[in-house]
């Protein structure tokens, strides 16, 4: 309806475009049959984004019966149907869901597999949480890229994520139990603050929070917090030169991203993470790499700027890449002075019955959730014989056990999707969208080198985030064509724009036009 109202009144387009302190027309303007049509194709919108943003409520208040579902088990059994009620209510609703290119087999896939993974399942106390996790994600997942839908909508879904990284430190205070002596001079970072929330995580020494599982979500958002710091700084000034329309939204959103993102950086350095250091490391370096490449072509930036960024750059990855081999070769060959599960020795004996398991249960995995009770009970290893272990420390592995082979593809096929559609919002005219787009991109392959030696388990806690990330770059891609086609979106570019014979054009929307 709302795309017929706007075909029979263009000028209804205009309003919803409006730049943010623009004067409202008045009200005489909106009397009529045409008055009627432009409120109908302003307030359906409105409608329509109410029921989507519902949608996400819904799923954060049924958040805490999945994750602890044998707590309140008649409470977590009438929430099992709320998911499926919901997505019926959208298909019946004012406008169908959102399309999620390259994604949406490959996500059924998954929850098919999730479903066959349970045929195997022992122990239910532990695998119940996980595949409830699964369902949960993808609702997550699908409900992001269908309440995110407009460039606007987008920014203020990554300055939630600024909010929620905030949370996820100040959680990360009070309840990991930190891990120290593996680099002394971060050791004061820690602090060694005990733990004030206890009896979270199971089968941990005092029932915190693992730091390593802290350190895979950290790696998740550093890139694209810092990402989105620069992309809507860019796009606030270009808005301050373009319009002169007033810079007070655009100035707090930075603001937060680069705060959220710098504590997120001294909060990874606090868990002491090898894992987390290499995959945090790998997403700073493309996310320094993009930014020095911008500097490069910026042709309005001061020439000793343009040399100095790219030159600092290079001095970072030399230096970053050097400490990173160090850390490396000391953990090949110093292993027997760490933890026996942190040493190298043991990761190369778990990844062996990793793939033992691998060969003997192929298709429906050994079930979510089931790694520690089938590990010691058929494939017992010397090193770690006494100790639980969550997961295979591989994340590649994790997924092929516990989902099976057919689960994994599809779960690979869903991100090669997320990173078209990552691809295609890198390409976008619009600062936020393309910066949006390579942050979320760069924390994924970061998170993807973390995956190589340690991992969060399909339906932890944890891996939350990574649905979150996923279905952020599922609604990235789905903005980006609207943002290349917008005129007001063209106009946040930070490509100066091209001259004319009568100088450089201002938009249609600037308030110096003549006539307005």
């Known amino acids: 309806m709302g795309s017929a109202a706007r075909q029979l009144d263009p000028e209804a387009d205009r309003l919803d475009h409006r730049l943010p302190g623009e004067a409202v027309p008045p009200a005489s303007n909106l009397s009529g049959a045409g008055g009627e049509r432009r409120i109908r194709a302003r307030l359906i919108p409105q409608r329509v984004t109410l029921e989507r943003?519902?949608?996400?409520?819904?799923?954060?208040?049924?958040?805490p019966l999945f994750w602890f579902p044998w707590r309140w088990p008649l409470l977590t059994l009438a929430a099992l149907?709320?998911?499926?009620?919901?997505?019926?209510?959208?298909?019946?609703?004012?406008?169908?869901?959102?399309?999620?290119?390259?994604?949406?087999?490959?996500?059924?896939?998954?929850?098919?597999a999730t479903c066959l993974a349970c045929i195997p399942i022992a122990d239910w106390q532990a695998g119940l949480p996980k595949v409830l996790g699964m369902a949960l994600g993808v609702a997550v997942l699908v409900g992001i890229a269908d309440a995110v839908t407009t460039p606007r909508a987008l920014a203020g879904a990554v300055a939630m994520l600024s909010v929620l990284a905030l949370l996820l430190a100040g959680v990360g205070l009070v309840g990991v139990e930190w891990i120290t002596g593996k680099f002394t001079p971060l050791d004061a970072l820690a602090g060694r603050p005990p733990?004030?929330?206890?009896?979270?995580?199971?089968?941990?020494?005092?029932?915190?929070?693992?730091?390593?599982?802290?350190?895979?979500?950290?790696?998740?958002?550093?890139?694209?917090?810092?990402?989105q710091g620069h992309g809507l700084l860019t796009r606030g000034q270009r808005t301050a030169r373009g319009s002169g329309a007033p810079t007070g939204v655009a100035v707090w959103r930075p603001s937060l991203a680069v705060l959220a993102g710098c504590v997120s950086l001294v909060l990874l350095l606090a868990t002491q993470s090898r894992s987390g250091f290499a995959g945090g490391g790998v997403g700073l370096a493309l996310l320094g790499g993009a930014i020095s490449v911008t500097a490069v072509h910026a042709r309005r930036w001061p020439v000793g700027l343009r040399v100095a960024v790219p030159v600092l750059y290079a001095a970072l990855l030399g230096l970053g890449a050097r400490t990173g081999w160090q850390i490396l070769v000391r953990?090949?060959?110093?292993?027997?002075?760490?933890?026996?599960?942190?040493?190298?020795?043991?990761?190369?004996?778990?990844?062996?019955?990793?793939?033992?398991?691998?060969?003997?249960?192929?298709?429906?995995?050994?079930?979510?959730?089931?790694?520690?009770?089938?590990?010691h009970a058929l494939y017992v290893p010397f090193l770690l014989w006494n100790q639980y272990v969550p997961h295979a420390h591989n994340i590649y592995l994790e997924y092929a056990l516990e989902l099976g082979i057919p689960g994994a593809i599809a779960f690979g096929l869903v991100v090669l999707g997320f990173f078209r559609s990552c691809a295609l919002a890198a390409r976008s005219g619009d600062a936020l969208v393309r910066w949006t787009g390579l942050g979320l991109a760069f924390g994924m392959a970061g998170f993807m080198v973390y995956g190589l030696t340690d991992a969060i388990a399909p339906g932890a806690r944890g891996g939350l985030l990574l649905w979150i990330v996923l279905g952020l770059g599922a609604a990235a891609g789905n903005v980006a064509p609207e943002a290349r086609q917008t005129p007001l979106e063209k106009s946040f570019a930070d490509t100066p724009d091209e001259p004319c014979s009568q100088g450089h054009r201002r938009p249609a929307w600037s308030g110096s036009q003549p006539g307005r």
Not at 100 to 112: Q, S
Not at 201 to 223: K, Q
Not at 348 to 370: A, C, H, K, N, V
């Open 195 to 227: 733990p004030l929330i206890r009896g979270v995580v199971p089968h941990t020494a005092r029932g915190g929070i693992h730091a390593n599982e802290l350190a895979g979500t950290l790696v998740l958002l550093l890139p694209v917090l810092l990402a």
């Open 81 to 112: 149907p709320v998911i499926p009620i919901l997505w019926a209510i959208r298909r019946r609703g004012h406008s169908r869901p959102a399309r999620i290119p390259g994604m949406g087999l490959p996500l059924v896939c998954v929850l098919l």
């Open 331 to 375: 953990w090949t060959r110093l292993s027997g002075e760490e933890s026996i599960l942190d040493s190298f020795a043991s990761r190369r004996e778990l990844w062996e019955r990793s793939l033992y398991m691998l060969q003997d249960f192929p298709f429906t995995g050994i079930g979510p959730g089931q790694f520690n009770a089938v590990l």
């Open 53 to 63: 943003m519902a949608h996400l409520a819904v799923l954060a208040t049924i958040l």
